[in-house]
């Protein structure tokens, strides 16, 4: 058999953008490995991701709204998903990796805390936690058994800068800097909607006339936009234009929906939960994971460790046996 590897690295010669990051000219990783006959450097990225517990518990992790009911609101592993869909989308229009581009989608929230960005600035009252950066700590040290997963660099620069904090170092990461606010923007309109937080009329024309009225409309459209304004460029950026909408449609978002909505109403009692747990488990820190307390790190990093990695209802599951008082009785 020939060494599917190979033929991969052959395509991407011939396929892809001059500038877009070949895997045979990654810069490695942290620890040298030997390469896979099949797949890939950014492929077993991509397989190391995606069968980590860590990805796994997404599917219970607040997007945005704490615990809807109704099957159809995403959660922080969909939104992982539609990120992933946008970006190979882009990077497959530009000629950049796909793969490399799929494997940052696919890990860039991987350290969000239980209950959204409302557990992550719980956090935040007490030492500084950035849920990129502890993106980044997961698949360095905390999966598979607190061995990390040994991702290579340009994956793990990915997974750091995709906030906006700071410009990734290949374009691939830019195009999932991108694609994760173009999907959030967009799908949290289509569950406030969905959630009667907002009406289709309440989208103000502009942005309607601008990208469409509807969830796939806006998507396509911002999508269209960036892949055309940054072909054959080293940055990827939509238009002027489009840029300032975007911008102003995400901060429709922030003044109605994110802020002092109905949909946000119960996150005062996740704050205060997280922030139980944590004075809690920093005061007990014997009742923490052995894992997590052989790590050598800060008392306050094992606390942030050990709940980022809950999902919501673990994180309820805990507070309630820390702290609502059980029934006695005779047996």
Not at 9 to 22: D, F, G, N, T, V
Not at 129 to 145: C, G, K
Not at 233 to 250: M, N, T
């Amino acid at each position: 058999m020939g060494c599917p590897r190979e033929s991969r690295i052959e395509i991407e010669r011939q396929m892809l953008s001059p500038l877009a990051s070949r895997a045979e000219l990654s810069k490695g990783r942290i620890k040298p490995e030997p390469e896979c006959v099949i797949r890939t450097c950014y492929q077993r990225d991509i397989d190391r991701i995606t069968h980590s517990k860590t990805f796994r518990r997404l599917k219970h992790k607040t997007q945005v709204f704490l615990q809807p009911e109704g099957d159809h609101y995403r959660t922080r592993l969909t939104h992982t998903l539609e990120v992933a869909r946008i970006s190979r989308t882009i990077a497959r229009g530009l000629k950049l990796n796909e793969d490399l581009t799929e494997a940052i989608a696919l890990g860039h929230d991987l350290g969000h805390t239980p209950f959204g960005h409302a557990g992550e600035g719980a956090l935040n009252k007490y030492t500084k936690f950035e849920h990129n950066v502890q993106s980044l700590r997961v698949v360095d040290v905390l999966e598979y058994d607190y061995k990390g997963m040994n991702l290579t660099h340009e994956v793990r620069d990915g997974i750091l800068h995709h906030r906006g904090v700071g410009t990734p170092g290949t374009l691939e990461g830019q195009v999932v800097q991108l694609s994760d606010k173009i999907a959030y923007i967009n799908h949290d309109i289509d569950d406030a909607i969905r959630g009667g937080v907002l009406n289709i009329e309440d989208i103000p024309k502009e942005f309607v006339e601008a990208f469409g009225k509807h969830h796939g409309q806006r998507i396509n459209s911002m999508v269209t936009d960036i892949t055309a304004s940054s072909d054959g460029k080293d940055k990827v950026a939509p238009s002027k234009a489009v840029g300032a909408l975007i911008k102003s449609l995400r901060k429709f978002m922030f003044d109605n929906v994110y802020f002092g909505s109905t949909a946000k109403a119960e996150e005062g009692k996740a704050v205060d939960m997280i922030a139980a747990l944590y004075e809690y488990y920093i005061k007990n820190i014997d009742k923490l994971p052995q894992g997590i307390r052989g790590l050598g790190c800060s008392e306050e990093q094992m606390v942030c460790d050990y709940i980022s990695t809950m999902t919501d209802k673990y994180a309820i599951y805990e507070y309630d046996r820390l702290f609502v008082p059980k029934g006695w009785g005779i047996r």
